[in-house]
């Protein structure tokens, strides 16, 4: 069965550093990793996606890698801004049918 | 607004009453999943439709819960006679085949 663990669970931060979510997973046979935002009692919003061939993928000021191998993933942030306040889940996919197993998040605070 | 729309947003009920939630897809998109989320943790997989056909269901869709897509286009998840365990976040999500997924907002709700 697969499992996700994303370390840490909350971070803080002061506004302007660059800060590094991880995420890891005890499958490596996965489709592809995504990473998604979620603000309180909200719903996901997709930031970056990595198909299971790629390294990694970049989007403004966040990139993720992705290690299948070590069953490891990380999201980069650069330049923290308070507005990156959210919690950052992290999911994987196995085979097409894109039932996601996620982790249970890190709990990010960017203080200004 | 041409993101997934979930509706209610919020409901509140009593245990042993039904409750239907309604999830309208990304136009274009053929594929459509349930999640479920409780507090604290990633959301969890319960089922999922490509066009009007439900492809899998999770061990956790009891006999109580079931959902529909009838037409491919919208789809309704129902609880019957809810217990105060199945209060969570309930989230729709669409996709195309092989494509990212999108998120709505999702319908929270609350047993008493």
């Known amino acids: 069965k697969q499992e996700v663990t994303q370390i840490p669970a909350a971070l803080s931060v002061p506004e302007g550093e660059n800060l590094v979510l991880n995420c890891s997973f005890t499958d490596s046979a996965i489709y592809n990793l995504q990473w998604f935002r979620q603000d309180p009692g909200k719903g996901l919003t997709s930031l970056l996606l990595i198909q299971s061939s790629q390294r990694e993928q970049t989007s403004g000021r966040l990139n993720a890698s992705l290690d299948k191998s070590s069953g490891r993933s990380t999201l980069y942030i650069a330049a923290s801004q308070p507005g990156d306040s959210a919690t950052y889940l992290c999911?994987?996919?196995?085979?097409?049918?894109?039932?996601?197993?996620f982790g249970k998040g890190t709990l990010l605070t960017v203080n200004p | 607004d041409t993101g997934v729309s979930q509706d209610p947003r919020h409901k509140i009920t009593k245990r042993g009453q039904n409750v239907t939630f309604r999830c309208d897809p990304i136009?274009?998109?053929?594929?459509l999943y349930w999640y479920r989320q409780t507090l604290g943790q990633g959301p969890e997989f319960l089922t999922y439709f490509q066009n009007e056909a439900q492809l899998e269901k999770s061990r956790l869709l009891s006999d109580r819960f079931s959902a529909e897509r009838p037409k491919g286009s919208f789809s309704t998840l129902e609880i019957q006679r809810t217990e105060q365990g199945d209060s969570a976040m309930y989230l729709c999500?669409?996709?195309?085949?092989?494509?990212?997924?999108?998120f709505g907002e999702g319908s929270r709700l609350t047993v008493l």
């Open positions: 999911a994987v996919s196995r085979g097409s049918n894109y039932k996601l197993t």
């Open positions: 136009s274009e998109h053929n594929r």
């Open positions: 999500a669409s996709s195309l085949v092989y494509g990212e997924l999108f």
